[in-house]
């Protein structure tokens, strides 16, 4: 079985199964579009959830308004109780001083609230995106705040980059301009740059002092 089909059988399974709503999360990366490209397939209506850090690209946030009339997406921006200007004025530049705490606020906090009223999570997650990453599985139970458990599908984990591109190419989904400019893994502006030579395509985030947000670890552990 190809790697679409094996995505879109799984994509058809959960939602078959689902015992309540269902959403995706998407940053708009190239690997988010295609997820969110075969899920409305199924279910066009599905919610696009957007964790907005208030620190992303200027480029991102066009991107994702341009993919949201094109591809008619039912948007939900996920923002954090502070405006970036609050937490600066309290807290200073924190994605500096404290890049942990400045992803708690502005992802990790907003996300899981965002995902309480869901049974299942899609993610465009996939393997050879990080080493954090090597052993993901494709289903997964996911524990909230609050001891919810909700389903976390990943229809992408086996994917690379090329099949992404691949897929994003032959459906006519164009990439994030900054893709362009050399970088491999797009978040926020002040915590993205360009991969190291020997490094990941996520190796360029945070500096290269952590992989993860946080968003992606279990809310018990
Ligand atoms: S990625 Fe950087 S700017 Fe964005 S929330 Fe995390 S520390 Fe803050």
């Not at 994509?11 to 940053?27: D, F, H, M, Q, Y």
């Not at 907005?52 to 008619?72: I, N, P, S, W």
Request: glycine share 8%; net charge neutral; with cysteine.
């Amino acid at each position: 079985m190809s790697l679409v089909d094996n995505a879109k059988e799984l994509i058809r399974k959960e939602l078959a199964s689902a015992p309540g709503p269902v959403c995706v999360t998407s940053s708009f990366q190239a690997d988010c579009v295609t997820l969110v490209h075969l899920l409305i397939q199924e279910q066009p209506d599905i919610p696009v959830l957007f964790l907005d850090t208030g620190y992303h690209f200027a480029e991102t946030y066009k991107y994702r308004d341009e993919m949201v009339a094109k591809l008619g997406l039912k948007l939900t921006n996920m923002q954090a109780v502070k405006t970036v200007a609050e937490q600066e004025a309290e807290f200073g530049k924190l994605y500096e001083s404290s890049p942990d705490k400045c992803c708690g606020f502005r992802k990790v906090e907003p996300l899981f609230s965002g995902l309480q009223p869901y049974s299942v999570w899609f993610t465009a997650l996939r393997r050879d995106q990080s080493p954090t990453r090597a052993n993901l599985a494709e289903t997964a139970p996911f524990q909230l705040p609050g001891g919810k458990m909700i389903q976390k599908v990943a229809p992408l984990a086996a994917w690379t980059m090329r099949d992404v591109w691949a897929y994003n190419k032959e459906h006519g989904l164009p990439p994030l301009p900054l893709y362009d400019l050399g970088y491999t893994s797009i978040g926020c502006e002040p915590c993205t740059a360009k991969p190291s030579l020997d490094g990941s395509d996520r190796s360029g985030r945070w500096g290269g002092k952590k992989l993860e947000c946080g968003i992606h670890i279990q809310a018990s552990s």
